[in-house]
């Protein structure tokens, strides 16, 4: 069972432009983390939101977490190659399981 | 401070043989948790360890099996591959008393043939 949904699955945009990626599900989670993979890695940590309503900076990605702590999105400005990944939410629900969105796969072009 | 690190980094194993992964977890973690990701997906929960038990576990086979050891490494275990095991393994470690943040190794890509 995906807890999960991510959208959009893919996304290809041109250097400069904003973006945003979508987060939902029907569960509520104690905390949520949004995570950047590259090809053959494991993903990192970009941030962890754990507070209804919460925003989160992080130089050009901003981050969202929903005022019922179901949903949360994450939108780059300026996109830089560098951005390059795929995208991945989960939802912890009681601190130490996480289920992990579908991804979003963005690729900035030059 | 070291990170999660995996081994092997890759693997190529032979249909319906066993197949051992290793896990370290972060430094001051005490849960490790295991992934599965095929190509193009998010990672699939296998199961979770913490004080050398199996915790939770996802939709997973017994053919996955684990055990933790009492310095919080783990090893994921899995007999009679198939095919579909082909896939990038993933450790998460994490600890009990945190925020619920996870730091992921850099995973170990078995290839079943």
């Known amino acids: 069972t995906q807890l999960l949904e991510q959208s959009p699955q893919f996304l290809s945009i041109q250097e400069g432009e904003n973006l945003t990626v979508y987060c939902n599900s029907s569960s509520v989670f104690s905390s949520l983390q949004w995570y950047r993979q590259e090809p053959g890695e494991g993903p990192v940590l970009l941030v962890t939101?754990?507070?209804?309503?919460e925003v989160k900076k992080l130089k050009r990605l901003t981050f969202q977490f929903g005022d019922a702590r179901k949903d949360s999105s994450l939108h780059i400005t300026a996109a830089q190659p560098g951005d390059t990944g795929l995208y991945l939410c989960a939802g912890a629900e009681d601190g130490n399981q996480f289920y992990f969105g579908t991804g979003t796969s963005l690729t900035v072009i030059p | 401070d070291a990170g999660v690190t995996q081994s092997p980094t890759h693997l190529i194993k032979t249909r319906g043989q066993q197949v051992t992964l290793r896990c370290s977890p972060k430094s001051g973690h005490d849960t490790v948790s295991w992934y599965q990701q095929a190509l193009g997906q998010g990672p699939q929960f296998i199961f979770q360890y913490y004080e050398e038990e199996e915790r939770q576990r996802g939709n997973f086979p017994d053919r996955f099996s684990g055990h933790q050891f009492p310095n919080y490494s783990s090893e994921l275990n899995v007999n009679a591959l198939l095919l579909g095991d082909s896939a990038l393994y993933l450790c998460a470690s994490s600890s009990r008393q945190g925020q619920g943040e996870a730091f992921f190794g850099q995973g170990t890509r078995l290839t079943v043939v």
């Open positions: 939101v754990v507070t209804g309503g």
